[in-house]
């Protein structure tokens, strides 16, 4: 297992950055690359040879598309290589008894499960390798012939697990700056993304999660809690426990976003945003340019885009809409609700695309509640192979009404956090802020609270992994 966050916040990381800090401006990629290294192999160190097949496959890959400009067919096989090599592990691991269940479903035959442990964040730096070998071939950047820079950039452990993807471009400019790559205000600003970053995911998504995993059951030290069940809930407290779900994977993968973005500033470099307060969006399509933004605008630069986009009329960019989609739900997990889920947007974006949006940009309040609404359903899709959820029983739960345990004793319980989650997930908090940027001792006071009740609150809780570290 990956690093807890006590071990990683109060041992790894702050003896990485005084290592990188202290090393000399020649070694300090080196310095990224091992300390990197060690937190990708800490507790699955087996994993370790996927990890630098992928590093050697995309670094050989790389120069060999720029040493042979003048030959395109050899151009081409490099490319080959690296879009197979990398995609071919990711495929392996996790996809492989995915697709050995449904051929022995549908063919009667048994062929045996392979169970493999998935790499960490190996769909994460598939793709960004990956859009590396792309790039180098339409020469929008220069090969990189120094392997431990390119390790640096493949391994660097802030956006590793779990994004934002980073292109190598994104980071190139920097990664080769020797010195004054590390400043004062990036430093500052470092520090405020990251403990914002990490009271998201304790604070908000881990409390606000209590109220979904007493619905649906949880697993702590070993033992399953089977909650409530879905089975006994009433609908309203279905809705309230999708409702959680909601605000706790926002809070949860924005939360690890933010941090990694603010330890990049802290080593120097600049990731992308990737996410962008998608829940006050006034259409399913606005929300996906708000929502994980780096995943849509790679598969936008990468698959729609050479697909031939918006750019062969009509029917041709549907088609290249429910290809990115389809693409989309299953990258995000070998399971038939996560290509569901991928549908479901696919339809809803082609509704819009075609007849729905004109309307939802003249409107001022209902746009917001259908966007919400259809974005909670879409939750329940994507919640739906996760342990103690049976899709077919939470839809059924959640559209045909029924009685069970009422929701009034959980909304007193965690009604008050729910409001919260909710105006957090408003511009608010970042007004707020930055009316305190000018008062540096009012801000510095709150980060200094937010981070002492964060920690407070994580040495009393149980340790809670990231949602998008098993993708």
């Not at 209902?366 to 049976?390: E, K, N, Q």
Request: hydrophobic content about 50%.
């Amino acid at each position: 297992m990956v690093f807890s966050t006590v071990l990683f916040l109060f041992r790894f990381l702050p003896i990485t950055l005084a290592l990188y800090y202290l090393a000399p401006a020649r070694w300090k990629n080196t310095v990224l690359f091992l300390c990197s290294l060690v937190f990708y192999s800490w507790g699955e160190v087996r994993l370790f040879p996927v990890m630098a097949a992928a590093i050697l496959i995309n670094y050989i890959a790389g120069i060999g598309i720029e040493r042979f400009a003048a030959k395109p067919a050899l151009r081409q096989t490099f490319l080959l290589f690296s879009i197979i090599g990398s995609l071919g592990m990711l495929m392996f691991f996790k996809y492989t008894d995915f697709f050995l269940r449904n051929i022995n479903a549908v063919a009667g035959t048994s062929f045996p499960l392979l169970r493999l442990t998935l790499p960490l964040g190996i769909s994460f730096y598939t793709f960004q390798t990956m859009s590396y070998s792309i790039d180098v071939y339409r020469g929008n950047v220069k090969a990189e012939y120094n392997i431990i820079n390119f390790g640096a950039y493949v391994v660097m452990f802030p956006q590793l697990i779990a994004g934002p993807i980073v292109k190598y471009s994104d980071i190139a400019e920097r990664l080769h700056v020797l010195k004054g790559r590390v400043t004062l205000d990036r430093i500052d600003e470092s520090i405020s993304l990251f403990i914002f970053g990490l009271a998201k995911k304790v604070l908000l998504a881990d409390g606000i999660s209590a109220l979904w995993y007493d619905v649906i059951g949880r697993e702590a030290n070993g033992v399953w809690d089977a909650g409530i069940g879905l089975a006994n809930a009433s609908t309203p407290l279905v809705w309230l426990g999708i409702l959680a779900y909601t605000l706790q994977i926002y809070f949860d993968f924005s939360g690890y976003s933010m941090m990694g973005i603010g330890m990049g500033k802290m080593l120097g470099f600049d990731f992308p945003d990737n996410f962008d307060l998608p829940y006050i969006s006034r259409s399913i399509t606005e929300f996906w340019r708000r929502w994980h933004m780096t995943l849509s605008g790679w598969f936008k630069e990468y698959v729609y885009i050479p697909l031939g986009g918006n750019r062969r009329g009509l029917p041709r960019q549907l088609f290249n809409i429910a290809v990115v989609w389809l693409l989309t739900g299953f990258w995000h997990g070998a399971n038939w609700n996560f290509i569901l889920w991928g549908l479901y947007y696919c339809i809803l974006l082609m509704i819009e695309k075609i007849w729905l949006l004109p309307y939802l940009k003249k409107g001022k309040i209902w746009p917001h509640f259908y966007t919400m609404l259809l974005v909670i359903v879409g939750w329940a899709l994507f919640v739906g192979s996760d342990r103690g959820v049976s899709l077919g029983l939470l839809l059924q739960k959640l559209f045909v009404p029924s009685q069970g345990v009422s929701a009034l004793y959980f909304l007193r319980n965690y009604g008050v956090l729910v409001l919260v989650g909710i105006l957090c997930a408003t511009p608010l908090p970042k007004k707020i802020y930055e009316r305190l940027k000018t008062a540096t001792l009012a801000r510095g006071l709150v980060l200094l609270l937010i981070f002492l009740l964060t920690i407070a609150y994580m040495v009393d809780a149980t340790n809670s992994p990231f949602l998008y570290f098993r993708f």
